[in-house]
């Protein structure tokens, strides 16, 4: 068994609702070992942002377990949730989620920040990741400056920065035109092909 797949067994998430609760994932079982490039699909609601949170520790299941490098996560307390979602998971959002005061340097380079990396090591890893997703011309420019195409390059760097184990991305073209979606799924291509999960 490999100690560095994510493991899902047997998950489930109810959200109480008004009338009836609502089951937005039963009794998953998904295995993703380290090298994978996996596509998760299906119609809006049914539970594809639901199970992403849980996979990258930002939500907890209701029942099941969820295993990532060997630890169960329901074990865990907020802390080590908190330094394996900053460390070990990069997320990518379909909406950017980038700060719009920051240039996409410092957008970058704030998970090295929380991560209390040198200023120097913040400086070049923020930049290093920028040239990997054609970005190294843009550093200074603040969202607002850029397209939606180039927003989602920086989330992208944003996600790379700590060399997290896993890179998980939640409809990281739906806010994008065809063209731009395709120059962003070729990127997730490329870093797969030199090794990321």
């Given at each position: 068994?490999?100690?560095?797949?994510?493991r899902l067994e047997g998950v489930s998430k109810t959200y109480p609702g008004g009338q009836a609760n609502v089951a937005a994932l039963s009794g998953i079982d998904l295995r993703?070992?380290?090298?994978?490039?996996?596509?998760?699909?299906?119609?809006?609601?049914?539970?594809?942002?639901?199970?992403?949170h849980i996979m990258g520790a930002m939500d907890t299941p209701t029942s099941g377990h969820v295993?990532?490098?060997?630890?169960?996560?329901?074990?865990?307390?907020?802390?080590?949730?908190?330094?394996?979602?900053?460390?070990?998971?990069?997320?990518?959002?379909?909406?950017?989620?980038?700060?719009?005061?920051?240039?996409?340097?410092?957008?970058?380079?704030?998970?090295?920040?929380?991560?209390?990396?040198?200023?120097?090591?913040?400086?070049?890893?923020?930049?290093?990741?920028?040239?990997?997703?054609?970005?190294?011309?843009?550093?200074?420019?603040?969202?607002?400056?850029?397209?939606?195409?180039?927003?989602?390059?920086?989330?992208?760097?944003?996600?790379?920065?700590?060399?997290?184990?896993?890179?998980?991305?939640?409809?990281?073209?739906?806010?994008?035109?065809?063209?731009?979606?395709?120059?962003?799924?070729?990127?997730?291509?490329?870093?797969?092909?030199?090794?990321?999960?």
């Amino acid at each position: 068994m490999n100690e560095n797949a994510l493991r899902l067994e047997g998950v489930s998430k109810t959200y109480p609702g008004g009338q009836a609760n609502v089951a937005a994932l039963s009794g998953i079982d998904l295995r993703v070992e380290s090298g994978e490039f996996l596509i998760v699909t299906g119609p809006s609601g049914c539970g594809k942002s639901t199970l992403l949170h849980i996979m990258g520790a930002m939500d907890t299941p209701t029942s099941g377990h969820v295993y990532l490098g060997g630890r169960e996560l329901s074990s865990l307390d907020d802390a080590a949730l908190s330094r394996i979602r900053l460390e070990e998971v990069g997320f990518v959002y379909q909406f950017f989620n980038l700060i719009p005061t920051m240039t996409a340097h410092e957008n970058v380079a704030l998970p090295l920040i929380l991560q209390k990396r040198s200023r120097s090591e913040v400086r070049s890893r923020a930049a290093a990741a920028l040239e990997r997703v054609e970005m190294g011309r843009r550093l200074d420019h603040f969202p607002r400056q850029l397209s939606g195409g180039e927003m989602q390059r920086v989330a992208i760097a944003r996600a790379l920065a700590n060399s997290p184990g896993f890179l998980l991305a939640d409809e990281p073209t739906g806010n994008l035109d065809s063209s731009t979606a395709e120059e962003i799924l070729g990127i997730f291509q490329n870093l797969h092909a030199q090794g990321h999960t």
